[in-house]
């Protein structure tokens, strides 16, 4: 059986969509058959990918609309009798074809603050207390919810929000059993935290299935309203800072 | 003349897998300007798909470990082919290094006392593999990005290097370009650490990324860098083996560590068959006994299943050739009915999911396939067992790339604490040697603008072949005739169809433009890779034994007129010289540590 | 020149291929429904008591002419349920699984995941009104007074003229005082409370048994809202229709 791709093609500039016709087999997956066309039909079709075993995060596209990570979607699951359309994620600038650049990402994780041990903490602490930064610490940084949030996606507004992927990171470093210091003000004032409305898209495309709204944002959402939107314990800041 | 980017720095490292990050972060700790030269995005390196767990004595579950006893599990598991020396610094270094990643903010899996806890894996004689679930280098990779992100240093991602540049005798630089632009690069330097990982892409099945094509070998090697074990690679035992388009994927040794065991076509257990003299004795007589050990009692000696890789891999591949392989040609790996779906689920959440989700396997009620896959090159550029320094001034080498540590096969999490101890000390090194330099570093204008006019040949070229095709042909090439198995007719034909290659390579037309073209890259690729897979046949030529993970189809034994040799791989001229030198001899005290 | 910003503006741009505005739709009807029946019940004051059952909808009872209020604010000119209702109201309305419906479905903000979305400014709650959102922890402390009376009302309904006995009435409050409690105690500000705030939870274990308790119920507080708020509408409903004669209360005991 053979299936037809729909692939966007272009640079900075613009482009479109170009039709492949591949051979399905069992068990193929989506970037394989991108891989086919790049062999055969068109050497420099650009693609971004590494492991092609869902470790690496690099290989994410949208396919029929959604994000998602091309190793991991298997055509088994995609309805055949239509073309399958794949586009560079729409979050990021396209530098061509399928490969966009990410780099603002890279940018925004320079302004996390970083793992601050306390001193002379004695390096010891049970499973239980790592139940949470694991979850986080398991994301592959593929940036499907960078691309999915439609904070960043449709509004734009990466100069005053960092994102879910790097609430998850802060989240991860300020559960972290043995970190010192609070990111909450970095995370009202630059990481743009309240601007998140946990509608919850980043959740929903996570390849790792880590519970980005409910484990990571909702968490430090409530660790910022305990320092800066609760009256009660602003008024017994105030009295015991005073008395 | 084309534009040309061009950047100074007092230590270059190339490679920003464990071993580059580490190196650099070093380098940076130590006040040198580093600039990291990566060939994929930062964070996407090869080491990210490490399992099972980084291997140090730090003795939190079995208290009897010691550095003594990492060491003599690595030289005997190298069969005794390492550099003593390397392994001797890289088991005494190799707790303190796991430590300073937990200080880093990496968060290992605790034993009950809150220690950080090891696992059990092949070769190794105790719970010794510090490990986060089945992400170990996940997580490892992600510590040390986060420090080289901390200290500021300089990072050029989707760069790739294409000749190494020297100012006489000593490396000054490297000139290479970046992928999104096409544009030419060039990176000054008084020192360069070559840390760009393995070669597994030379093979058709491997575990290894896109990334690891074996560049390093090659620009070390060109730039007179000597090569040593080239005739040693790993082919891991579990590698999956259907459907098609994950033929290869690692499965993790923690399988098998966690209670996993390996079944032939019949359901027998065979690996008790297959126990070499070496380790006799030291492993499980009984499935009786074996079930004892996975209980937790001390008494009882591990299965067979945790042999060394070598020996599986080689079990496995009997197994099919008597008839008793699975419906793809495997075996048939079962932890279902060891352990619980819960322990499972918990312990090897990324081996379910993997199968679940590319195979429709589930792992906690049925058995996966396995069979072998290249995995792992232990030999590589000869260094320093100290410094990493290569043989030629100003040019280290870390990781996968350095050779030395393993010997001829190497034990299952070596592999990251190699990363971490050689990394650190190479960046330390370069800069030292760095910090020695006196004056800017100077690039000859002669060897940039003949690598420029080598990378826009493929566009220019009125030849007919496609790069992905040629690589196609060496990949199965080198599957066929320089694989697991291998023979002198064999890889005498893998040297000609190499050097076919090598005239197809030439050939090699590129379409479309500059911008991210995987075409280009590919054929750029190609005389590096065909360079590797010459010093890899090569050696294998010589070895005329099987020892670890060469084997010799007409030498099935070990041979003690090579028990003390290395084999360097050199360029001279056009091609490679092979020249056999006795290994460093072992002082006495460490000696009696390993028999 | 490439405008990917323009391509994906636009409300319901898109190129999902699935049915991706069935559950904003199905949202918008169901919430609807319940507003529109919540409002209607808020100002009848009448039928909402029948012995010994009270309405969800008007507990506590703090007037009104019929049954036994707990106090009687004679001073209050509307029905006593608008007394009492802000409260829940107020703690579905800042609920984080409540926000995530209606910013959905009613504000498609967005629609759907990859979805176009209608308007071009933004600032989510990170100003007035939405930055009261966060006062969401005392909303889930009122209410737990709330859930308080409506167990008393749910005993209560177990009690016929001084005596034990269970009518469908009965066994009603009972499940929806049990049903709110379960919405209440999976809110993620319990679970911020109860461990949540802590780093290291393995110095706490009374806390971290707590935390790991409200985590498991947390993971389904979009089940437990839904079927809470159904609970109360069958209870109230069922209520009224007896009030009103138009059925009998079936004892069972």
Redesign the interface.
């Known amino acids: 059986m053979d299936a037809t791709f729909r692939i966007f093609r ?6 479109g969509y170009q039709e492949f016709l591949v051979p399905v ?5 989506v970037l ?1 058959a991108v891989h086919r066309i ?3 039909q068109a ?16 290989c994410g596209a ?1 396919v ?4 998602r990570l091309m190793c ?1 979607t ?1 055509m088994d699951q995609l ?1 055949l009798e ?1 073309p399958v ?1 794949i ?1 560079p994620v ?2 990021f ?5 399928l ?1 966009c ?3 603002w990402n ?1 940018e925004v ?2 302004r996390v603050p ?2 601050t ?1 306390g001193e002379g903490d004695l ?8 139940e949470r ?2 979850e986080f ?2 994301c ?2 593929c940036f499907l919810c960078q691309t ?1 949030c ?2 960043l ?5 990466k100069s005053s929000f960092i994102g879910p992927r790097f609430l998850v990171r802060a989240a991860g ?7 010192s210091i609070s990111r909450t003000r970095f995370l009202k004032e630059e990481g ?1 935290i ?8 980043c959740t ?2 996570c390849p790792e299935d880590i519970h980005i ?2 484990d990571a944002i ?2 430090m ?6 320092d ?3 009256p009660v314990r602003w008024l017994l800041r105030k009295i015991t800072r005073r008395g | 003349m084309e534009e040309l980017q061009s950047y100074t720095y007092d230590v270059l490292v190339i490679g920003a897998g464990g071993a580059g990050l580490r190196a650099a972060i070093e380098a940076a700790s130590q006040g040198a300007r580093v600039g990291l030269v990566s060939k994929s995005l930062l964070g996407k390196a090869h080491t990210v798909m490490a399992e099972g767990g980084i291997a140090a004595a730090l003795g939190n579950v079995h208290s009897e470990d010691s550095w003594q006893a990492h060491f003599r599990d690595t030289m005997r598991g190298g069969k005794l082919l390492n550099n003593w020396r390397m392994a001797h610094v890289y088991a005494q270094e190799a707790p303190e290094r796991v430590m300073e990643l937990e200080r880093w903010g990496a968060v290992f899996d605790r034993t009950p006392d809150g220690k950080i806890s090891q696992r059990a894996f092949g070769g190794h004689s105790y719970n010794r593999l510090a490990h986060v679930g089945d992400r170990t280098g996940l997580e490892m990779l992600r510590t040390l990005q986060d420090q080289a992100v901390y200290r500021g240093i300089e990072v050029h991602m989707e760069c790739i290097i294409h000749t190494l540049l020297r100012d006489g005798a000593r490396v000054s630089g490297a000139i290479g370009r970046l992928r999104a632009t096409g544009g030419f690069v060039l990176f000054k330097a008084r020192a360069v650490v070559l840390a760009t990982g393995g070669l597994g892409r030379l093979y058709k099945i491997t575990s290894n990324s896109w990334e690891c094509t074996g560049d390093g070998f090659a620009l070390a090697s060109l730039a007179g860098a000597d090569l040593i074990d080239m005739e040693f690679i790993q082919f891991h035992p579990t590698g999956m083996v259907w459907p098609p388009g994950v033929i290869g994927l690692l499965v993790t040794e923690g399988v098998r560590g966690d209670g996993g065991v390996l079944k032939n076509s019949r359901g027998e257990r065979f690996m008790f068959r297959y126990v070499p003299e070496m380790f006799k004795g030291e492993y499980a007589d009984t499935e009786e006994e074996a079930q004892r050990w996975l209980k937790g009692d001390g008494a009882a000696r591990r299965p067979p299943d945790l042999l060394t890789r070598d020996v599986v891999a080689k079990a496995i591949m009997q197994e099919g050739r008597e008839g008793r392989a699975t419906p793809h040609g495997g075996a048939y790996l079962d932890i279902a009915s060891q352990r619980s779906s819960d322990f499972i689920k918990s312990r090897l959440p990324s081996m379910y999911r993997q199968f679940k989700e590319l195979a429709n396997v589930d792992i906690t009620r049925e058995s996966m396939e396995v069979g072998p896959t290249c995995h792992y090159m232990m030999g590589g550029i000869r260094v320093d067992p100290e410094t990493q320094a290569t043989t030629v001034d100003g040019l280290y080498a870390a990781g996968e790339v350095a050779a030395g540590l393993h010997g001829s096969n190497r034990l299952g999490g070596n592999s990251l604490s190699d990363l971490l101890v050689f990394g650190k000390r190479a960046g330390l090194y370069a800069t030292e040697h760095a910090n020695k330099q006196r004056g800017e570093p100077v690039a000859d204008e002669a060897q940039i603008s003949q690598a420029m006019q080598e990378m826009l040949a493929p566009f220019q070229s009125s030849g007919e072949e496609g790069p992905f095709d040629v690589l196609r042909d060496l990949r199965e090439t080198m599957q066929q005739y320089v694989g697991i198995i291998r023979n002198e007719g064999d890889v005498k034909k893998g040297l000609e169809a190499i050097s076919r290659l090598k005239d197809r390579a030439g050939r090699v037309r590129v379409t479309g433009t500059r911008e991210y073209n995987p075409g280009w890259d590919t054929a750029l690729q190609l005389p590096l890779m065909l360079t590797t897979a010459e010093a890899v046949a090569l050696a294998a030529l010589e070895r005329r034994e099987s020892r670890g993970a060469h084997t010799r189809e007409e030498y099935p034994g070990s041979d003690d007129a090579f028990s003390k040799v290395n084999f360097v791989v050199r360029r001279s001229g056009e091609g490679f010289l092979v020249v056999k030198e006795p290994l460093p001899e072992m002082p006495q005290d460490i000696k009696k540590l390993v028999e | 020149m490439q405008d990917t910003a323009a391509r994906r503006k636009g409300v319901g741009k898109t190129e999902r291929r699935d049915t991706w505005w069935l559950q904003p739709l199905l949202t918008v009807v169901a919430l609807g429904a319940f507003v529109a029946y919540a409002t209607w019940v808020a100002f009848t004051g009448d039928n909402y008591w029948v012995e010994p059952y009270l309405s969800p909808f008007y507990s506590p009872l703090l007037g009104g002419n019929l049954g036994e209020p707990v106090l009687k604010l004679r001073w209050w000119p509307f029905t006593p349920a608008i007394l009492v209702l802000w409260v829940p109201l107020g703690f579905r309305l800042t609920c984080y699984y409540g926000r995530r419906t209606y910013y959905r479905a009613f504000f498609w903000d967005p629609p759907a995941c990859a979805v176009g979305e209608p308007r071009k400014g933004y600032h989510g709650e990170s100003r007035f009104p939405f930055i009261l959102q966060n006062l969401h922890r005392y909303f889930f402390y009122l209410s737990l007074v709330v859930v308080a009376f409506l167990w008393y009302d749910a005993v209560r309904g177990f009690v016929f003229d001084g005596r034990f006995g269970v009518g469908v009435g009965s066994l009603l409050l009972l499940a929806e005082a049990l049903l709110l409690s379960m919405y209440s105690l999976s809110c993620h500000c319990l679970r911020h409370v109860a461990g949540g705030c802590v780093d290291c939870l393995s110095r706490r274990p009374a806390r971290y048994r707590l935390w790991r308790w409200v985590s498991a119920l947390n993971a389904n507080h979009g089940l437990w809202f839904w079927i809470s708020l159904s609970g109360a509408v069958v209870a109230d409903l069922y209520i009224r229709l007896v009030a009103t004669g138009a059925v009998i209360d079936l004892r069972i005991v």
Request: hydrophobic fraction near 25%; include cysteine; proline fraction near 7%.
């Open positions: 272009g640079n900075s500039q613009g482009g087999e069992e068990g193929m997956v394989d790049q062999e055969h050497n420099d079709l650009a693609v971004r990918w590494n492991c092609k075993a869902g470790k690496c995060g690099s949208e029929n609309g959604k994000p991991m298997r309805p239509e359309t586009h729409r979050t600038p396209v530098i061509r074809d490969v650049d990410v780099s890279y994780n320079k970083p793992f041990p390096w010891r602490w049970q499973q239980k207390d790592i930064p694991r610490r398991k592959i940084e999915v439609h904070v996606r449709t509004h734009d507004q470093l300020d559960m972290h059993p043995m970190d743009g309240g601007l998140c409305n946990i509608t919850k898209c929903e495309v709204t409910d909702i968490p959402k409530e660790r910022v309203a305990d800066f939107y609760d």
